[in-house]
């Protein structure tokens, strides 16, 4: 079998790498830049959705999101209705820089892109789309504290 997965990890952790350089002069470092780009993509994300979209623990996320919030990049924000409930938002600061993630996650696509078909990129998309449903599943079971039988 095609080892597929190294694949993708060995683009995913080079693609990481090239954005903690890039971005470090804007100090957001050790994929920080992940959390606001989905904070900003969604205004009052809380953050157990937010780590669910990243793919990354609870206290995994409650670091980064501390840091953010620090680092005077986002804000945590009590729900109208349940006051227990804390949103995230960008502050003008994390707005003021997104377009330019959002500048360097395109520059990324297109690099990683180059040369295929729109067909073939739809096609690598769709497949993809589909892996990572299969994943998700398994993921959400070992959360949860199950063992997978291999």
Request: aromatic share 8%; charged share 35%.
């Amino acid at each position: 079998m095609r080892e597929i997965l190294r694949e993708i990890g060995m683009i995913a952790r080079a693609l990481d790498s090239i954005s903690n350089i890039e971005f470090k002069a804007l100090d957001l470092t050790k994929g920080q830049y992940l959390y606001l780009i989905r904070i900003c993509e969604n205004p009052g994300i809380i953050q157990e959705k937010l780590a669910e979209m990243i793919k990354v623990d609870r206290t995994t996320a409650a670091r980064a999101i501390q840091k953010l919030e620090i680092q005077g990049f986002i804000e945590k924000r009590n729900d109208d209705e349940n006051k227990k409930i804390k949103k995230l938002f960008a502050t003008d600061k994390g707005l003021e820089i997104y377009p330019f993630l959002k500048r360097e996650g395109d520059y990324s696509n297109k690099v990683a892109l180059n040369g295929l078909s729109q067909e073939e990129i739809e096609t690598i998309f769709h497949l993809l789309h589909r892996v990572r449903r299969n994943i998700d599943v398994e993921w959400d079971y070992v959360k949860k504290g199950n063992k997978r039988e291999y």
